[in-house]
């Protein structure tokens, strides 16, 4: 709330304005807060963070898509797909960054890529564009990082 607070407060000083939409936001009862600190650590990390945008629980460092107490959550995607909805995950990072992977996976430790990315397989989700082609690799192709043979491209592309 301290946020909005500021934004008044500039509108008002910094542009003589006497009301401004931040206060009809407030009166009319248009704000929700959210918090996305993590359960088990004062600091969050963007696994915890990214679980509580997505799945509305809070989750240990290093989760993803799963609450404090072991629940797995039911995410925005999976809601969609259940639907018959079309998906897609966009990101400038590694798609299996814990960020993005929030929004689909269930695993306990966001280093976990191969789990990460076989949950994207099952989910078949329209459009997946992200960085990371090390881990969609197979071990013995060049700039791989992967620890199997699996090739993942070749799982998506079928």
């Not at 709330?1 to 407060?9: D, F, G, K, P």
């Not at 500039?10 to 401004?20: A, D, I, Q």
């Not at 078949?124 to 090739?151: I, N, T």
């Amino acid at each position: 709330m301290t946020h909005l607070e500021i934004a008044r407060q500039y509108s008002r000083l910094v542009h003589n304005e006497g009301f401004v939409i931040v206060d009809k936001v407030i009166k009319e009862g248009s704000v929700g807060v959210m918090t996305t600190h993590a359960a088990d650590a004062l600091s969050t990390d963007s696994a915890a963070a990214a679980t509580a945008l997505a799945g509305g629980c809070k989750a240990n460092v290093g989760a993803l898509g799963m609450c404090a107490d072991g629940t797995l959550t039911i995410s925005a995607m999976e809601l969609a797909r259940r639907r018959g909805m079309r998906l897609g995950l966009i990101t400038n990072a590694t798609i299996y960054d814990a960020s993005p992977a929030a929004f689909v996976c269930h695993v306990p430790n966001r280093r976990d890529y191969a789990a990460i990315i076989e949950r994207y397989l099952d989910l078949a989700p329209d459009v997946l564009l992200g960085g990371g082609k090390d881990q969609f690799l197979p071990k013995g192709k060049p700039g791989s990082r992967r620890s199997d043979d699996v090739d993942m491209v070749a799982a998506f592309e079928k």
